[in-house]
Structure formats: structure tokens, C-alpha cells
């Protein structure tokens, strides 16, 4: 693995007005992630893993503190270099898929590229592969009504790639999925993060998912500690190996 930093955080601090008093979610929080590594911060309802994860993809400010990708401090670019940023950089898969009713599989995919003025017939070739890659290829003129809740999220997981991002940030990724459904997105994410050599920031609350990933960061009473994953059971109560559904 490459010892490069591409993300750096450093004595993070997100506060919210709540009444006449201040809400401290956390503060001073610092760490890095790695070029290549998969990284999954875990933590209970209510600890501020969504937030960080929008602090840390340009979607949400922070109160205090610096986020650097690389070179580039986040907290300095405008609203419109921030969503060049994101569309750029990052890749992201939230818990629900927010697919596009009206539009079938593969324009759901493309869609990042055409939305960036990419030609039309290389933004389909591309989503198509991507598709491929997902296992959803015969899917393709599908609309999302017609897919599954496994086959949507694989659709929203080949859109967050179809940009080769730097980072794929996702949110829960298989929180609103079955165990079994669950356990075969994450193997993919895994697998495309293997094969592409992704670098990957996961919120999850599932720790057996957690326990795969290479780092783990607890996030806990506003501070962030980091477990080692082999600490982390193997699998919640439920959970067994599955296929694709």
C-alpha cells in the first residue's frame, strides 16, 4: 500500500445550535486516510458518522478544524469549486439509492457523466461496462422501479464509480438491505475496491462488515479512537455469506 496521505484530518469540530445552548457533536478530531485503504468509521445512532462523512465529502462546513485532500484545503473552496470537487473526486452511495425513477439503469448511471458535458455515446459505453462490472449488464434498460432493493444499490454503487473517483465515500451503504442482500453488496464494494485499487471511506454500523475493511475508527462521545478490526465480531446476529440478489 502507498504511504500517501490523501486525506487529512485535523482537530475537526462540528457544533449545532440547540436553543440557547450549543450542541457539541464532536471535536478535535485527526486522522488520515491512506491512498488505497479502506477505512470504516462505526459508532451508535446519533454519534455523527453521517455528518462526518459530509464534513469530509464538501456537502456540510465545519465549525473548526482542516480537511485536506492532497494539497487542497477544503474549507476554502467556493460552492461552485466544491461541487467541481465532489464531481471530480468523489464517489459516493448513501443508504437509500436515489435512483432516478423516470430514467432506466444504465442512464442512472451515466448520469454523472452527461451532467459534466461528457459525450453522449462514451458516457453510455462506459455505463454499460459499469453495469457489466455490477453484475447488472442484462438490466440495463430496466427503470429502478423494476430492479430489486440489491439491484438498485449495486446501480447506485456503478454510478459512483463511473467517474473513477479518488474516494468512494459511502453512507450506510447496505443499511436499508436484508442480511443476505446486505452481504453481497458489501462484497462487491470490496471486490471492485480489490480490483480497482479504490481508496474507500465507509460509515456502517455493522461491525462484521467493519471488521474487513482495513482500518476501523470508532466514533464515540465526540471523539474518534481507532479498533483494530480482528477485535470486531466477525458477523451480527443474522448474517451469513450470500450471492447477489
Known amino acids: 500500500m502507498v504511504q500517501e496521505s490523501l486525506l487529512r484530518v485535523r482537530n475537526l469540530k462540528k457544533v449545532f445550535r440547540s436553543g440557547n445552548s450549543d450542541l457539541v457533536l464532536f ?5 488520515r486516510l491512506q491512498a488505497g485503504e479502506m477505512l470504516a468509521i462505526v459508532g451508535e445512532s446519533g454519534a455523527g458518522k453521517s455528518t ?18 492532497a494539497q487542497v484545503d477544503l474549507a476554502k473552496l467556493s460552492e461552485d469549486a466544491a ?32 451532467m459534466r458535458g461528457d459525450d453522449r455515446r462514451e458516457a453510455e459505453h462506459e455505463a454499460l461496462h459499469w453495469l457489466q462490472e455490477v453484475g447488472l449488464a442484462d438490466r440495463a434498460t430496466h427503470r429502478s422501479g423494476e430492479l430489486s432493493g440489491g439491484e438498485q444499490q449495486r446501480v447506485a454503487l456503478a454510478r459512483a464509480l463511473i467517474t473513477k473517483p479518488k474516494i468512494l465515500m459511502a453512507d450506510e451503504p447496505t443499511g436499508d438491505l436484508d442480511n443476505r442482500t446486505a452481504e453481497a453488496v458489501f462484497n462487491l464494494i470490496a471486490r471492485l475496491h480489490r480490483d480497482y485499487r479504490l481508496t474507500s471511506l465507509i460509515v456502517t454500523h455493522n461491525l462484521g462488515f467493519a471488521r474487513r475493511c482495513d482500518r476501523v475508527l470508532r466514533l464515540e462521545r465526540g471523539q474518534t479512537t481507532e479498533v483494530l478490526p480482528q477485535s470486531l465480531p466477525a458477523y451480527a446476529t443474522g448474517e451469513r455469506q450470500a450471492g447477489l440478489q
Open 27 to 31: 471535536e478535535n478530531l485527526s486522522f
Open 52 to 69: 462526518l462523512l459530509h464534513i469530509l465529502g464538501v456537502l456540510d462546513t465545519a465549525s473548526a478544524g482542516d480537511v485536506y485532500f
Open 83 to 114: 461541487a467541481e470537487f465532489r464531481s471530480r473526486e468523489l464517489g459516493f452511495v448513501w443508504q437509500f439509492h436515489y435512483l432516478l425513477p423516470e430514467f432506466t439503469a444504465a442512464e442512472n448511471v451515466a448520469m454523472p457523466l452527461l
